[in-house]
């Protein structure tokens, strides 16, 4: 089955840049879309059709994807983005939705 | 104000079976693909199902294939999944998300309804 790679864990410092990749094989084909989860809640939707930001969330977050590898990427980080991010696409078919592992983002 | 609001979450024993639900409001429900999205204890999302808008189109995970069956019900701004031959391994948060057309992800989220199984 497809998967979606992700690093586990990424930490930062407050004000600087954070990136996060997420790999997969059918990513030249399939959009990416990038997700925030805090505890207990929800997660929330903060990059679709790889680099589009949905009205609400913050201009600090961006999304590109090249190849097989799609990055999110979070400037001057704050404390109060500390979560979990989840990059979500499709199988080669378009039938199918994956997540990635998920990567914890610390900031330090 | 778009909300997803699930049900249906408790526990169960191993083999047994469960029906979510979860009611939409604060949108056109008619209008929009729905998903199931589960998340065990300490783990990751994982997809499980979506239905079409129409209900006519359902695909799902292969991890659960025959064992879940996603539906709907328009005139009740509902959807459902209805799980059996529960495991252990089933247990999770599920969630429910909208997707309001093509390349938009998943714009909208329940906050989840816990499923345990358990003996």
């Known amino acids: 089955s497809y998967e979606l790679t992700q690093p586990p864990s990424v930490s930062v410092s407050p004000g600087q840049t954070a990136r996060i990749t997420c790999s997969g094989d059918a990513l030249p084909k399939q959009y990416s879309y990038w997700y925030q989860q805090k505890p207990g809640q929800a997660p929330v939707l903060l990059i679709y059709k790889d680099n589009e930001r949905p009205s609400g969330t913050s201009e600090r977050f961006s999304g590109s994807s090249s190849g097989t590898t799609a990055t999110l990427t979070i400037s001057v980080v704050r404390a109060e983005d500390e979560a979990d991010y989840y990059c979500q696409s499709q199988d080669n078919s378009g039938l199918v939705w994956v997540f990635g592992g998920g990567t914890r983002l610390t900031v330090l | 104000q778009v909300q997803l609001v699930e049900s249906g979450g408790g526990v169960v024993q191993p083999g047994g079976s469960l029906r979510l639900s979860c009611v939409a409001s604060g949108l056109t429900f008619g209008s929009y693909a729905m998903h199931w999205v589960r998340q065990a204890p300490g783990k990751g999302l994982e997809w499980l199902a979506d239905?079409?808008?129409?209900?006519?189109?359902?695909y799902y995970a292969e991890s659960v294939r025959g064992r879940i069956t996603i539906s709907r019900d328009n005139s009740k701004n509902s959807m459902y999944l209805q799980m059996d031959s529960l495991r252990s391994e089933d247990t999770a948060v599920y969630f429910c998300a909208s997707r309001s057309g093509s390349y938009v992800g998943f714009d909208y989220w329940g906050q989840g309804t816990l499923v345990t199984v358990s003996s």
């Open positions: 239905i079409s808008h129409d209900g006519r189109k359902k």
